[in-house]
Structure formats: C-alpha cells, structure tokens
C-alpha cells in the first residue's frame, strides 16, 4: 500500500458522504452515512492489515505541503492505528443505533456524525501540530449540535456546559503550541517529540497542556460536564462520546505531555496519581447512588479513564501498554453499555433505575448480552477490562505502592455499583404491567452488539493483537522518558535481588 493516500481517503469518504446527506431523503441518509462508515471500517482493516509490526515508527505518511499556515502531513504509530480502529469500528454502530431513534432532521444527524468521524481520524493521524490543534478543536462543533438539538429535556444546558468547558481548557494549549512553534521553527510533531524543551519552561508548556487534556478525559475535578451531556445526549451519541471523544485526552497525555515534557511529567507524576486515586474512590461512590443508568455509566467512565492516566504517568511498559488497552476496552464496554441503556429506553421513555426490574424474564437475550458487558466493565478475567486493569496497575505499583492499592479499591466499587444496577434492572419480579410488554432485542440491536462483544472477548483472551502494533511504540516512548522516570516506592522483597529489565527498569 506504499504511496497509496489511505489517511486522506478515509478522511475524505465520509466528508463527501456528510455533504451527499443533506441533499437526500431521511433514508437515504441514513443508508449513505452506514455505507460510508462500512467503507471506512474496511478501509481500517486494510491499514491494520498491511501495519508493519517492527518496521518504522511512522507509516503510511503523507505529506501534501502546506496549506495555509500549516502542513497537510498525516502519519499514525501504533498508538493511532489502534485508536482509528476503535473510532471507525464503533462509527457504523452508532449509524445503526441512530437508524430508529432519530425521526427528525434526520439528514443534518448522518452529516454531523460523519464530520465528527472525520475530525476523530483526523486527529490521531495528523503530523503537524496545527493540523492536529484544528481536528482536535474542530471535534466539539458536531458533538455540541448532537446534544444541543437531538439530545434530551435539558440539552442546551449540557451542550453549552460541555463546550466552553472543553474550549477554555485548550485555549492555554493554543498558547504553548505557538510558543513550541517560534521556539523550534518547525510545526512538524515527530521532530517535536525529538526536541529538548528547556527544563524551567517544560513545567509551564505540560501545565497548559494539561488544562485541555484533562478536560477532555476528563479528569476530577473537571468532569462535570460528562454526566450532564451524557444524560442528554441521545444514545448514538454518548456511545461516540464515552467510546471515541474522551480517549482525545488520553492520546494527547501519550502523544504530547509525556514524551515532548519528560522532566515535568516526571516532576508533577504526584498530580496526576493524586488526582487519579480521588477519581476513582469519588466517582464511583457518586456511581452508587445514582438513579439514572446514563448518568451511573458516566461516573463509571471517570473512574476508568483514571486507570488510563495512572498507567501512563507509570513510565513504564506495563503501565503504557495497560493504559492503550483501557482506552480501547473502556471505548468498546462503555459504548456497548450505553447501547444497552438505549434499548430499553426506546422501548419505556425513561433511564430510571426503578422503573425496570425482572427484565431477564421476557428479554433473556438482552439480559445476557448485558449481564456480559457488565463483567467486561467490573474487569472480569477473560475480557478486556481485566488485561487493561492488570496492566495499568501492575505498571503503576512500580512508581506509588499507596496510590494502586487506593485505585485497586475501583475495581471493588465498580463491582459494587455495576452489580447493584445489574441486579436491579435484570432480576426480580416481573410486576410491572408496561415492562411485562417490553420486547426481546431485535436482530438489528443483536447487529449492534454483537459484534462488540466478540471483540471485548478477543481482547481479553488474546490481548497479544492489540499490544503487539503499539510494542515498538511503547518501548520508543520509555526509552525517551527513562532519564526522568520518577524514583518509585516500591522494594525489592527482602532476599531477592533486583533485576534489570530489558530497557533498565528494576522488577
């Protein structure tokens, strides 16, 4: 596939579709806006297919020229290629969540998640740190009119609350960018991550960088924003938002704070794992009082995105390659949840824990395929909420033996608040009249969620798939931050001796 502009294709297919949607009927919009993403997906699949484990660290690189005051240049690393993956694997699900739910402006609906679809690729595929500042930026428009217009009662609220919390948060980014630029010349991100910033300013540039990233994962305190939108949100697009969106915060942290600032990121590792730990005991005690399913799984969310920035401040292997695979589990669990809550809310009108109950009577198939993605959130063994926890933490306890064992305590909370929802919904008696009437997934949303949960098994069984296009990166990635990795304070067991690691770590 050499010289073959793969990146700018799938950036252009579901542009031109988007446009094609607004001259069409409501059907075929629909129609056009699920072959697009069918297309991209295949077009994912032959990316990954012809990736070169162990080749160079950037392929598939395009590079135009410039275009205004930036280069057209795309390239992805592992770490983009798994993330593409996720972005156009859950696209055509939401297409197909939406092919119901949605009966008004039907046309300008498919336009808007086919522009967001393109600025997702966009972003983790752009070389150049303006390119990638616009896409990243450029993200918000679509996802602000999806819960503005098609969102629930209180929509605007939400919608306006989670843009200027997201916009504020990277307009100090914005600054440090142009200030990388005028100190470098040079606008191009792989001889970025190159560069030596000074170490008295590199504290400064993560901070601001740090405002937005954090926003968007989104990190406590920050994250008040996410319940709102995802309560309002409608089903397709919460299951963008928790499975695509919020992993924007995680690659930047991966992409620019850690390799591009090592000193600072080592020097402020403290914030970070302090900030996660709180996160995750909060939210999910927060979870466990809530009556609203939506609004449960965003807290569960904020927990989980936690475990993603404590494995990759670890400066370690496991921690990294754990933190990938949470974002990739968390992506597709988090999303097949949110389509779960969307069934039943099709069905009822409302996301009230203690409306439902006995469910798994007349709807067993819906309470499998739930009772599945359930334990896929919890980290049961065999899925890949375990390998991504067991990874993140593993990583971690080399650096804060106290800061795992407070985040160890999510996976019991989790366990908790999900079981307690589970519990509710799916099991006892059947006494309601207008439940009793609810009917069994349809072969469309067994068309959705299948597919999910085959590959949530796949990754936990053989996660070697997932990890295996990225291991190069990771390795790349420890090796620049290693002079600053942060001390740690874990021993050795008394008796035995330390020994290196491959690229010097003790274990």
């Known amino acids: 596939m050499s010289g073959f502009p793969i990146l700018s294709l799938m950036l252009a297919i579901p542009t031109v579709a988007a446009v094609g949607c607004l001259f069409l009927s409501p059907a075929g919009a629909r129609w056009l806006a699920l072959i697009a993403t069918l297309v991209d997906f295949v077009l994912g699949i032959g990316l990954w297919a012809n990736f070169d484990i162990g080749g160079a660290q950037w392929q598939f690189v395009e590079n135009a020229g410039s275009v205004g005051v930036f280069d057209w240049k795309l390239g992805i ?28 402006r039907v046309q300008e609906y498919m336009a808007c998640f086919l522009i967001t679809e393109v600025l997702m690729i966009g972003t983790f595929a752009a070389q150049d740190l303006l390119l990638f500042y616009i896409f990243f930026e450029a993200g918000l428009i679509p996802m602000y009119l ?17 843009f200027l ?18 100190y470098t010349g040079t606008t191009d991100i792989p001889t970025l991550l190159k560069t030596d910033f000074p170490r008295q300013v590199q504290t400064w540039l993560w901070l601001a960088f740090f405002a937005s990233f954090a926003v968007k994962m989104p990190m406590w305190p920050v994250h008040t924003w996410l319940p709102d939108a995802h309560v309002q949100a409608p089903t397709a697009g919460s299951v963008i938002l928790a499975g695509v969106l919020l992993k924007l915060g995680g690659y930047g942290f991966l992409r620019f704070s850690v390799p591009m600032f090592p000193e600072a990121s080592s020097q402020l590792t403290w914030l970070i794992l302090a900030l996660s730990a709180v996160a995750v005991v909060y939210t999910s005690l927060v979870a466990l009082v809530q009556s609203d399913m939506k609004k449960l799984i965003a807290y569960s969310s904020v927990a989980h995105m936690a475990i993603v920035t404590i494995g990759l401040f670890a400066f370690n292997q496991q921690g990294i390659e754990g933190a990938m695979v949470m974002m990739l589990s968390h992506g597709l669990v988090s999303g097949a949840l949110f ?71 999510g996976i019991i909370l989790g366990a908790a608040y999900m079981l307690y929802l589970y519990r509710r919904v799916v099991f006892g008696d059947l006494t309601k009249d207008d439940v009793r009437v609810m009917p069994d997934l349809s072969l469309r949303e067994i068309a959705l969620l299948a597919p999910v949960a085959a590959v949530v098994l796949w990754m936990g069984v ?37 020994i290196p690691a491959a690229h010097g770590e003790a274990r």
């Open 77 to 104: 690393d592992g770490f983009a290629l798994m993330l593409i993956m996720l972005s156009v694997f859950l696209m055509p699900i939401c297409i197909g969540a939406s092919w119901v739910a949605i009966e008004k």
């Open 146 to 162: 999806i819960i503005g217009i098609w969102g629930g009662a209180n929509r605007i609220y939400a919608s306006y609350k989670f």
């Open 165 to 182: 919390y997201t916009l504020l948060g990277s307009l100090l980014m914005l600054v440090a960018m142009l200030w990388m630029i005028h």
């Open 339 to 409: 389509l779960c809550v969307g069934v039943i809310y099709d069905r009822l009108h409302t996301r009230e824990i203690d409306r439902y109950g006995g469910l798994a009577i007349n709807m067993p198939r819906y309470a499998v395929l739930f009772l599945f993605f359930t334990m896929a959130s919890i980290g049961l063994p065999g899925t890949s909420g375990f390998v991504a926890e067991f990874l993140s933490l593993m990583g971690t306890y080399q650096v804060s033996t106290v800061a795992t064992a407070i985040c160890t305590t």
């Open 462 to 498: 053989y996660p070697e798939s997932f990890l295996a296009p990225m291991r190069g990166d990771v390795a790349t990635l420890v090796a620049r931050v290693d002079r600053a990795k942060p001390a740690g304070d874990s021993l050795p067991t008394a008796g035995h001796a330390v």
